[in-house]
């Protein structure tokens, strides 16, 4: 497909839930890569516009309101102040941040759904949905729990099991009950507006798998197994009281659908915008109308089948607005192994991390470019993260930087020196940092910001490599006119580095051309040799970076722990109690206490221990235990032990066992072994 070249941009970040901050992984995913582009862009001249907001209705936000006993506007303005505020702290620089429950995005969005329905875009129907008949209204998923179908978790909800993972639909849950009345719901009809994803199925294959074969794999992929189906109708409205009301006759206590509304928050919010400043920003329609616009979401990859599926036919329905050019949409990154949760607190929230990390906003905007999930999840560390920090933005980067400055420091006052003539060793520098403009800016264009990075990177270990070779400090004992040189190439490749970085690390590249005495500067002289004019002077020199302590990052390992075992302790459930048995039953267990006497792995088992046990009869007894997984063998001799004694021998792997070893199911699923408070004489019964 041609490239065009568009006059202007039009990006646009996923609008956050205002229902809880803002953590790593949304900052991985979404807006340090939206941020990055958008620098770059603004960095070459380039028309664009970068718009964000709070994403504010919705059936999650009604939940914790009524949990926590206030109204929904009461959550999403306390949500909407802290994601823009964290937004703000690392540097992610929309044009305009606005909202959902604005009054000019309410009257935006209605008028969107208006005309859809008033040129009969959009499809009436009626369906049977769960109602709550004590407290008076039909029931979201998520205001439905009850029994899962599969694992039998009794707090499953009504779109979703979190024990099993298992997507349901209410129908499916044995018992279900209402979450606010906890009464038994029952099948009513209610009518909804549905958009006929199905008729514009031929235009999207066209659209999307003819016209766009350059789009990432993921969302290539995703959006290939979904017009593999047949799409079906969606509905764009829902029985709930916070939202949007559906604009048209007969439809009392309904309003749209979030994932109608949401999207449409981007053309809003650049309404907003315009409006507050038509000089600068000119119309809203020309950002989302005008065939001169490129327009670009940045999304996680959950997001995928609403940015290129369902909106672009709300747009093409619409009939007045561009499609997007692309959706560089990136997957999940998790924490620590395991997957991020906002419920589990399994996160490391922004507003925190600042607490910990006070000026650090780079630190975490590198890494987290470093291992952006562009085209698979991936894994942020606490290790990786202060690896990355002390290995190449302090050992690497801040290296080079601080040898340059310190050493003009020493020689020339922190004056920039003349260029003399140049040896092979600078002239193999100079051509080996030339290009950097050309790479980063090919692999900016093509949306791959972790490569990019490392081509910025590339610069200061070139930096290093120089500087290594020519040993200035050597030769200022014989040849001051060499040491001019040498200096004069490094402070180039310094200011290099301050052009270079500036979209991924834009607070360490504010304060390195402070160093520079560096008042203005061009992307197009990336590259160049001469940004710094002999003669100038540069302001006094300090550490960009500094390294983080093995203390610090145990702390964050620390706390990961705790959360891990609260969760653990709060997803912990009783096992029901067994049915009832006769106290004769009982008594035919022959139940005592048993004395180690060694323990060891079975060889060629993961999970067996075979133990010795004093059973005091004067003989010892060896027993089979599937513990080996939580228990290390040597920590259980010379324990007391509760074990079977009646239990018929049985063959495990060759070994005769010769009875069972009691254990206790603790509540992340391990087997730990039954010992007494007190020593009691091995063979000694229990009853």
């Known amino acids: ?10 990006v646009t970040a996923a609008l956050p839930y205002a229902n809880g901050g803002v953590h790593i992984g949304h900052l991985a995913g979404v807006y340090v890569p939206a941020d990055i582009y958008v620098r770059y862009l603004r960095l070459r001249g380039q028309d664009v516009v970068f718009i964000g907001g709070s994403d504010e209705h919705g059936v999650p936000i009604t939940i914790r309101a009524r949990k926590e006993g206030i109204t929904p506007q009461d959550v999403v303005d306390r949500y909407h102040e802290m994601i823009k505020k964290s937004f703000e702290e690392f540097g992610v620089s929309f044009d305009i941040y606005s909202r959902t429950t604005s009054d000019i995005h309410h009257q935006f969005a209605a008028d969107w759904f208006k005309k859809l329905y008033d040129e009969g875009k959009l499809k009436e129907q009626t369906t049977t949905q769960l109602y709550d008949e004590e407290a008076h209204q039909f029931l979201a998923d998520r205001y439905i729990v009850g029994e899962c179908p599969h694992c039998h978790n009794e707090g499953a909800y009504g779109d979703q099991c979190e024990k099993c993972g298992r997507d349901l639909s209410p129908m499916e849950l044995i018992n279900p ?68 009301p559906v604009p048209v006759e007969g439809a009392d206590g309904k309003v749209l659908y979030v994932w109608f509304d949401a999207p449409i928050g981007y053309v809003s919010n650049t309404k907003e915008l315009c409006e507050s400043n038509p000089e600068r920003w000119g119309t809203w329609q020309q950002w989302w109308q005008d065939e001169d616009t490129r327009l670009v979401h940045f999304i996680g990859k959950d997001n995928i089948v609403f940015h290129c599926i369902i909106f672009p036919v709300m747009m093409k329905a619409h009939g007045q607005y561009i499609m997007p050019d692309n959706v560089p949409a990136n997957e999940f990154l998790n924490l620590e192994d395991n997957k991020i949760s906002t419920s589990k607190n399994w996160a490391v929230w922004l507003h925190e991390y600042l607490v910990d990390f006070p000026g650090k906003q780079d630190v975490l905007r590198y ?166 004019k002999p003669g100038h002077q540069l302001a006094e020199p300090s550490l960009l970076f500094e390294k983080i302590d ?66 005091g009869t004067g003989t010892p007894r060896t027993i089979l235990s599937g513990i080996a997984e939580w228990n290390q063998p040597e920590d259980l001799v010379g324990k007391d032990v ?46």
């Open 367 to 532: 890494v987290l470019t470093a291992n952006a999930p562009e085209t698979k999840d991936n894994n942020f560390t606490w290790k990786d993260f202060q690896d990355r920090n002390n290995n190449e933005l302090v050992a690497v980067y801040g290296n080079f930087v601080n040898r340059a400055l310190q050493l003009t420091k020493k020689y020339w006052g922190g004056v920039v020196p003349e260029c003399g003539e140049l040896q092979e060793v600078d002239e193999r520098a100079i051509a080996e940092f030339k290009d950097v403009k050309a790479k980063v800016e090919s692999l900016l264009d093509q949306f791959k910001f972790r490569e990019a990075q490392f081509e910025a990177m590339n610069l200061a270990r070139i930096g290093n490599r120089y500087i290594t070779e020519c040993e200035p400090w050597k030769v200022a004992k014989t040849d001051m006119k060499r040491v001019e040189t040498i200096l004069y190439i490094s402070l180039q490749l310094t200011a290099n580095l301050a052009i270079a970085f500036e979209p991924f690390l834009p607070f360490s590249s504010k304060r390195l051309r402070e160093m520079l005495n560096m008042d203005s500067f061009e992307w197009s002289q990336l590259g160049q040799t001469d940004i710094l």
């Open 177 to 244: 009950r209402s979450t606010i009345s906890g009464s038994t719901p029952v099948l009513k009809e209610t009518k909804n507006w549905y958009l006929p994803l199905n008729e514009y199925q031929d235009w999207l294959k066209q659209w999307i798998l003819e016209g766009h074969k350059e789009w990432r794999p993921n969302v290539y992929g995703q959006c290939r197994s979904w017009l593999d189906m047949d799409l079906q109708p969606r509905a764009m409205t829902r029985d709930l009281d916070w939202g949007i």
């Open 550 to 615: 093995d203390e610090t990052i145990q702390a964050q390992l620390d706390r990961l722990e705790r959360i891990k075992k609260e969760n653990e302790a709060a997803a912990y459930k009783a096992e029901p109690v067994k049915p009832v048995v006769s106290f004769e039953d009982f008594e035919k267990l022959d139940i005592r206490v048993g004395h180690v006497l060694s323990c060891e792995k079975v060889k060629k088992s993961k999970k067996l221990l075979q133990f010795s046990i004093d059973d």
């Open 642 to 687: 509760l074990f079977i004694a009646n239990f018929a021998p049985r063959k495990i792997m060759g070994v005769e066992s010769q009875g069972m070893i009691l254990s206790a199911v603790d509540y992340d699923g391990s087997l730990v072994p039954t010992s007494l408070v007190r020593g009691t004489k091995p063979g000694s019964l229990v009853g």
């Open 1 to 10: 497909m041609e490239k065009k070249n568009y006059k202007r941009t039009t």
